[in-house]
């Protein structure tokens, strides 16, 4: 049932088919520590099988939980919600400003309070609506909107530039849109459920810190997730900051929170380090060489946190697993450094091995690497990016 899965635009989505595939025959109650769009909770529903989510960015928390609403919301709920928002004006919204001053610098001032004027009358309109889950779903697909209108993309070496560039597409448009796909995605799978007689399994999904899980010791049967690939391999990292404009506009979080919470997200280029944890002598190799580069020093101490956060998820996720239970990390299995004129790899860093090495360290065992190639269908979407791409499937296992 990929339709459910699209139910707001998400970079770095988790393939439904692999989750289904790796969750087929897993023992539950299934965690995601790093839920992101909350595929694998939709997955494992669909399985029969009990899941949990947990994600440090309430965005992303919001759209795995109205993704979960559809599969039991009544079509004919939904389109009297929309059907109740009637004409979106009035109310107030102001863009964050930093993506604020690229209106200022290229004088269109007028554009930006029109999209501030758009943004503001459907959240306006969305308090209308009395059903909450109905409210929430309807919430997702304004954001949905909001991120096909305003593409943000980091530029540079990690130093925070970015490039926002905005769709010709009427944010109206992109908005109702949006909203009519959830009311067919939920007339479809509605018809599924009457049909097949399908009875998704609870899930529930929450915000909270991968690295430090509110959960009993030895309470969960199989851990399925994706983390935030390594900062160094492209330094542009900002996952709260390129999601901003949706964040304050549902109010989620505001301005100061998404600065501040910058330094919490695994991944990030401003994640802090505990100057106390020693790490596996590979990563410190690779600390040390962006260290002694010009152009990659700024990557060092980044990459440093990175591999500090998700070792620390790797000790909650043995933590809470069952004795004898196994776990799937899917990760980049590897990231190139290269010259930028004439393309020469300088170093190729192999990810998987380091995560081997992090999770070994925490006491889990390897079981099982699954390496899957994938077809980039954007071969400009970055340099050397014609070469063979590898994400990998890793299986730990925690000692009886």
Known sequence: SPHLHGLHRYKARFFPRLARMLLHDAQGPVLDPFVGSGTTLLEASLLGQTSLGVDIDPLSVRISQAKLDLL??????????????????????????????KFERKGELD??????????????????????????????????????????????????RFALEIRKTRLD????????SALHQARIFA???????IQPAPATVVQGNAG?????NN?????????????????????LFSKSIAL?????????????????VVGSMQAGVAEEESLPSGVDDLVAWLEQDELRCIKAQPTRAYYQGLRRA??????????????CWVIGKESVFYTFKTRQVLRRVHCDQLFVDLAEEVGLSVVDQIDIELQKRNLNARPRSKDPYFECAIVLQKST
């Open 72 to 101: 039991d919301l009544d079509p004919a709920k939904l389109e009297q919600a929309i059907a109740s928002l009637g004409e979106p004006e009035g109310g107030a919204y102001v863009l964050p400003p930093w993506m604020a001053k």
């Open 111 to 160: 554009q930006q309070q029109a999209l501030e004027a758009t943004i503001a009358g459907w959240m306006n309109a969305l308090e209308r609506v009395g059903d909450p889950v109905c409210k929430r779903v309807l919430s997702v697909c304004i954001s949905d909107g909001i991120s096909r209108k305003f593409n943000v993309r980091m530029m540079g070496t990690g130093v925070g």
């Open 173 to 180: 448009v992109l908005i109702r849109k949006s909203m009519q």
């Open 191 to 197: 018809l599924l459920k009457s049909s097949y007689g």
């Open 212 to 216: 430090a899980l509110d959960l009993d």
């Open 219 to 239: 309470s969960q049967g199989f851990v399925l997730t994706s983390p935030p690939y390594l900062p160094a391999a492209s330094g542009r990292e900002a996952y």
């Open 248 to 264: 304050t506009a549902l109010g989620l979080m505001t301005v100061e929170e998404i600065e501040q919470g910058r330094s919490a």
């Open 314 to 327: 790797l000790r909650e996720a043995h933590r809470v697993l069952k004795p004898g239970a196994q776990s």
